[in-house]
């Protein structure tokens, strides 16, 4: 019963992708990230949204595991690369996009986002946000990505830090410029004096590193101010700015 339940879902959510795919509705939308200290929207995370054939936008996060083992996955992540540059091309904010370990082992991904780099006048404000680390077996693979975009100009971000496995000798190897403190954590700092600990050491990490700290899902007032109290460097979630299409921002 639950495997022909589990079995139908996979295939409507594969029916939906492959329509997405087909019609070019894989969409970015543009979530803002707030300096502390300015209070302004100075860079976006470029966020995936998949349009049915209703209209109805998706969240990725439910088929996020079948398109990685479907044919369909690299096609996502370059579509959204793709759109992405396209839209801040004559923008002046910094704008981050997700890579994971499945995108930098995909040649194709890979030079399809050296191709782009080099085609994009101010490369300095493409963040690469790596996310998934637990799942990072090859760091070698990762590293030489790492190194090849910021021949560029481009940024690396950590995603997620604190959740899973995270590791701090990793983060002093991939020689990030942000790291995102996961919002497991930050969504409990205001409540439990165990997470603000947390948060404030991986903070001072950070900052030993010359790593700038962004708080992730920062949803209330009672939140923004632990953030702001802790030092981090920029701030991120509803409180802020929702996910957006470009023409809204």
Not at 39 to 64: A, C, V
Not at 97 to 108: A, C, H, M, P, T
Not at 113 to 125: M, N, Y
Not at 197 to 221: P, R, T, Y
Request: net charge negative.
């Amino acid at each position: 019963e639950e495997d022909e339940r589990a079995k139908q879902q996979n295939f409507e959510m594969l029916k939906i992708l492959e329509y997405a795919i087909g019609n070019d509705t894989i969409l970015p939308y543009y979530q803002g990230i707030v300096d502390i200290k300015t209070k302004q929207i100075g860079k976006y995370e470029s966020l995936m949204r998949i349009k049915d054939q209703t209209g109805k936008i998706h969240s990725p996060y439910p088929f996020l595991e079948i398109a990685k083992k479907s044919k369909y996955y690299p096609a996502m992540t370059q579509t959204i690369i793709k759109k992405t540059l396209s839209d801040f091309k004559d923008r002046t904010e910094e704008v981050s996009l997700n890579i994971s370990v499945y995108d930098i082992e995909n040649k194709d991904t890979v030079s399809m986002i050296k191709a782009l780099l080099a085609d994009f006048a101010e490369p300095h404000r493409i963040v690469f946000e790596l996310t998934e680390s637990e799942t990072i077996e090859d760091y070698a693979k990762i590293t030489e990505f790492i190194s090849e975009v910021k021949k560029f100009g481009a940024k690396i971000s950590i995603d997620d830090f604190g959740s899973g496995y995270s590791n701090f000798a990793y983060l002093a190897q991939f020689n990030a410029d942000f790291l995102k403190i996961d919002g497991s954590i930050i969504k409990n700092i205001a409540s439990d004096s165990l997470y603000y600990q947390v948060a404030d050491s991986i903070k001072d990490f950070a900052k030993k590193l010359g790593i700038k700290s962004v708080a992730e899902f920062v949803s209330n007032e009672d939140i923004a101010k632990k953030v702001e109290e802790l030092g981090i460097d920029y701030a991120q979630g509803f409180l802020y700015a929702v996910p957006k299409p470009i023409e809204e921002l």
